[in-house]
């Protein structure tokens, strides 16, 4: 199984970006699909996610200016950006919950990381 991610790029502060993410190999079925970030110095942190179901969460400091959405009949997933702000440089990366056949443990997947650099 391999995620793809993609979108990234240099924004000015208050502009917008979208990241895709597209999973392929082996896969029976995803759960939760999600997007993370990791600025230097800091820890990784989650961003948005969204289950099968459609149900999202977002991080307080994104909520109203993120959106996630996923297209589960072409198992992507992807990340609207507006209202960028300097706080939001990072690099994002997006996860899966990947069963690789019926009845089996779902193990979690990860793409190979964007950046996302907003400037001021």
């Known amino acids: 199984v391999q995620l793809q991610a993609s979108g990234g790029g240099l924004v000015q502060a208050g502009g917008s970006l979208r990241l895709s993410c597209a999973a392929s190999g082996s896969i029976f079925s995803i759960n939760d699909m999600g997007w993370y970030r990791q600025a230097p110095g800091k820890q990784r942190e989650l961003v948005a996610d969204v289950t099968s179901g459609g149900s999202t969460r977002y991080a307080a400091s994104v909520k109203g200016r993120f959106t996630i959405s996923r297209d589960s009949a072409k198992n992507t997933v992807h990340l609207q950006m507006n209202s960028l702000k300097p706080e939001d440089t990072a690099v994002y990366y997006c996860?899966?919950?990947?069963?690789?056949?019926?009845?089996?443990?779902?193990?979690?997947?990860w793409g190979q990381g964007t950046l996302v650099t907003v400037s001021s």
């Open positions: 996860s899966a919950d990947v069963s690789v056949a019926p009845m089996t443990q779902r193990y979690n997947y």
